[in-house]
């Protein structure tokens, strides 16, 4: 396995996470706050026959107690310290592909030190696993791994990345989104959509044109659905205008679909706006083979 970002990073990441040493079995479940303002959410906790399963020397049982800790998600929190230590141990492809899947799984951040190692795996597989753990065990080091792994040499690692970091909602990488855009990770679009303030919201905008419509678009249209605490009326009015100067039936297909999804409780302003620009673009010259026979009904 490559290094991540260096022995000494690992190093450190894993002592700052208490994953260097052993690792108490209740370490992880008083690690959540909310677990002692709630009751516990009714989740299927994983049993001890399935936790031996984890201690086995026998890749088969291995494989069935990574299987059950995958069906018990969350349940499956006891399960984090056996399979770290697994993971540090050393599996072969297929059970380290399992194992970064299970504790992608349970969600449990104490789990993203030891699955940011294999984001520079030399197996390819195992970097997309990695990737896709991270984006649901979460922490400033999955997002630090996550913003690395934009510039993978594999379009998957990298497509993943850049949905981790918008499902993480890690504002602080939209700079990065921005340069993975321009170098052709059209997924950054969307998170850069999600997680945008408004002068980098713009700069998404100031893409249309210079980067294909579809790309663009996917980005675009979470802000026009975000609240307007994060996003304001004017903003997006503004946002629909540069859509209706276009003029294509490429914009006209995506102001009718963002039309029909309009909340109820969504702005009025807005809407009226949306629907303006689509009466104002219907007719519009398609600008490919595809749009000419997918419009949508008035």
């Not at 990574?66 to 349940?75: F, Q």
């Not at 294999?118 to 979460?138: I, K, N, W």
């Not at 629909?240 to 009025?268: C, D, H, I």
Request: proline share 6%; net charge positive; with cysteine.
């Amino acid at each position: 396995m490559q290094g991540f970002v260096g022995r000494r990073f690992a190093s450190l990441a894993l002592l700052s996470l208490g994953l260097s040493g052993s690792v108490p079995r209740d370490a992880f479940a008083s690690a959540d706050p909310a677990s002692k303002r709630a009751a516990p959410l009714p989740v299927a906790v994983l049993g001890k026959v399935s936790l031996a399963k984890l201690k086995s020397s026998e890749p088969t049982e291995i494989k069935a107690g990574l299987d059950d800790a995958r069906a018990s998600a969350k349940g499956g929190l006891a399960a984090v310290p056996l399979i770290v230590d697994l993971l540090r141990k050393g599996l072969p492809y297929p059970l380290t592909v399992a194992a970064l899947d299970a504790l992608g799984d349970i969600e449990s951040e104490r789990a993203s030190a030891t699955v940011a190692w294999f984001v520079r795996h030399r197996s390819v597989e195992v970097r997309r696993s990695a990737v896709r753990a991270l984006a649901h065990t979460g922490g400033a080091l999955a997002v630090g791994a996550l913003r690395l792994a934009l510039s993978d040499g594999d379009p998957r690692v990298r497509g993943f990345a850049a949905a981790g970091l918008g499902s993480l909602r890690a504002k602080d990488a939209v700079g990065d989104l921005f340069v993975a855009l321009d170098h052709r990770v059209n997924e950054a679009a969307v998170s850069i959509g999600q997680l945008c303030a408004p002068s980098e919201c713009e700069a998404l905008e100031g893409r249309l044109g210079r980067v294909p419509f579809d790309v663009v678009s996917s980005g675009l249209d979470p802000i026009l659905f975000r609240p307007s605490g994060e996003v304001s009326d004017d903003a997006k009015v503004k946002l629909v205008g540069r859509l209706r100067e276009l003029g294509t039936g490429e914009t006209n297909r995506f102001l009718r679909e963002a039309v029909g999804r309009w909340p109820k409780t969504g702005s009025a302003r807005v809407r009226q706006v949306l629907e303006q620009a689509v009466l104002a673009t219907t007719g519009s010259p398609t600008n490919s083979p595809h749009e000419a026979g997918g419009g949508v009904s008035p």
